[in-house]
């Protein structure tokens, strides 16, 4: 079974940047597709970003221009690099991954536990 964790979360200043790391066990994630999601309280889990295993990338529209993701096939992550944070932005992340990317939670079948994204003001 494939185990997802994922690292980089923190206690950040408005407008500070943060990368977060999401790598595997049991897997090269090479073969998958990898998504990052968030879920601040109260809320739904909401798309962030997501990387083909072919590169491709996708981004949500509010997030294009502050968020990008990436692979480092050697290193077995994907990244996800997070500038110009603002407070709305806290959250707790998560990575996921599947054969092929989407922007549908529900379309991913492993999921790592999440790391924690607080942004100050």
């Known amino acids: 079974q494939v185990q997802l964790v994922e690292s980089g979360g923190g206690l950040v200043q408005a407008g500070g940047s943060l990368r977060l790391s999401c790598t595997a066990s049991?897997?090269?994630?090479?073969?998958?597709?990898v998504g990052w999601f968030r879920q601040a309280p109260g809320k739904e889990r909401e798309f962030v970003a997501a990387?083909?295993?072919?590169?491709?990338?996708d981004v949500a529209n509010s997030l294009k221009g502050r968020f990008t993701i990436s692979r480092d096939n050697a290193k077995n992550t994907v990244d996800l690099r997070m500038n110009s944070l603002k407070q709305e932005d806290t959250a707790v992340y998560y990575c996921?991954?599947?054969?092929?990317?989407?922007?549908?939670?529900?379309?991913?079948?492993?999921w790592g536990q999440g790391t924690q994204v607080t942004v100050s003001s």
């Open positions: 996921a991954s599947q054969g092929y990317i989407s922007r549908m939670p529900a379309d991913y079948a492993d």
């Open positions: 990387i083909s295993r072919f590169g491709d990338t």
């Open positions: 049991g897997r090269t994630l090479s073969r998958d597709a």
